[in-house]
Nanobody, 121 residues
Framework: QVQLVESGGGLVQAGGSLRLSCAASGSIFSINAMGWYRQAPGKQRELVARITSAGSTNYADSVKGRFTISRDNAKNTVYLQMNSLKPEDTAVYYC???????????????WGQGTQVTVSS
């Protein structure tokens, strides 16, 4: 079994910062891309940022220059540093990872349980 556990969400004022973490655990052979998505009330889930196993990154236009994604491969952990937060960043943030388990030969998509980020104006 593979699990993704997120932490770091909360309530912050506009202009503030938060750092999200997501740790993968379980019977893991390898982790390919990892990323963060978010879903605001009444809206579809959208990609926020993504990082490959080699460290290449891509971001949604709405967060470029404010958010930074990084990963620690030794800890199977991905981070999202969020600066200059805006009320429109308010959403549930989900961690996502493409992981190959030790007992399988293909990669599967895994999701965390989600963590709430609320930015007050």
């Amino acid at each position: 079994q593979v699990q993704l556990v997120e932490s770091g969400g909360g309530l912050v004022q506009a202009g503030g910062s938060l750092r999200l973490s997501c740790a993968a655990s379980g019977s893991i052979f390898s982790i390919n891309a990892m990323g963060w998505y978010r879903q605001a009330p009444g809206k579809q889930r959208e990609l926020v940022a993504r990082i490959t196993s080699a460290g290449s990154t891509n971001y949604a236009d709405s967060v470029k220059g404010r958010f930074t994604i990084s990963r620690d491969n030794a800890k199977n952990t991905v981070y999202l540093q969020m600066n200059s937060l805006k009320p429109e960043d308010t959403a549930v943030y989900y961690c996502n990872a493409l992981i190959r388990g030790r007992l399988v030969t293909r990669e599967n998509d895994y999701w965390g349980q989600g963590t709430q980020v609320t930015v007050s104006s």
